[in-house]
């Protein structure tokens, strides 16, 4: 059977009831998606993160969503849209009244560490576009805290996905044009819980660096000052308890 098409539920919101991925639906090769297309789903079955990792989303326990995005900024610069929309996601539940940060360089943790939303980003440079795919837990089905994960009802925040969905594409479309606008990491660094902390950075071929967070580079790594000043463009990060 095939798969139904997504239908239009706001301007440039694309709504599908069931889907394997929301990202392959935005970077498959079937239509051309626009900048700010979202393509979005409450019950994704075979999500994706970084690593390969995987994300599914019971039907609707979270908003599972993948924006298009074709910026017009110097193409180094594309890796810093995961760090843009964090940063708009996090401003934003803190308007709502949860302690949210970003936790470099993808997700988004409360105050105790867990996750409330993951973000995954995919160049395609045949179509100069990178697709951002975000996973935001919004209740959990047996309504009971988890040691790892949060979900924005744990903080009295009831939203439904389509309307969570809707929101935070104004969200991001705004935080991108204003990064167009001008272009700085510096004010990222803001809702960033990594800064600063004592952090281990376990890069792609096993090599563990430990050391102080800085700050980020001009294009979105991460400054880890140890031994030396390191800049770290990919890596899972721990957060170290103070000694």
């Known amino acids: 059977m095939a798969q139904q098409e997504p239908r239009r539920i706001a301007p440039g919101v694309y709504w599908i009831d069931q889907t394997p991925s929301t990202q392959d639906l935005a970077t498959g090769t079937e239509r051309v998606r626009k900048h700010g297309d979202v393509i979005a789903t409450d019950n994704q079955t075979a999500g994706r993160g970084r690593l390969d990792r995987t994300w599914d989303t019971p039907p609707g326990t979270a908003a599972a969503m993948s924006i298009v995005l074709r910026p017009k900024v110097d193409p180094q610069l594309m890796s810093t849209m995961t760090l843009v929309a964090a ?35 995919q160049w395609l440079p045949e179509t100069q576009a990178v697709v951002i795919g975000i996973g935001t837990n919004l209740r959990f089905s047996d309504g009971s805290g988890h040691e790892r994960a949060a979900a924005l009802a744990d903080y009295g925040v009831e939203i439904s996905a389509q309307d969570f969905v809707i929101e935070a594409r104004h969200r991001l479309m705004d935080a991108v044009e204003r990064f167009i606008a001008k272009p700085d990491v510096k004010p990222l660094e803001t809702t960033m819980s990594t800064i600063g902390q004592r952090v281990k950075a376990i890069l792609p071929d096993g ?17 880890i000052a140890g031994e030396t000043l390191q800049e770290i463009f990919a890596a899972d990060i721990v957060h170290l308890r103070p000694a």
């Open 87 to 121: 940063d708009a996601l996090v401003s934003w539940f803190r308007e709502l009244h949860v302690p949210a940060a970003v936790k470099w360089p993808n997700d988004v943790l409360d105050a105790d560490g867990r996750k409330l939303c993951g973000i995954l980003a």
């Open 207 to 223: 090599k563990n660096i430990i050391g102080t967070a800085m700050g980020l580079g001009p294009t979105g790594s991460l400054l």
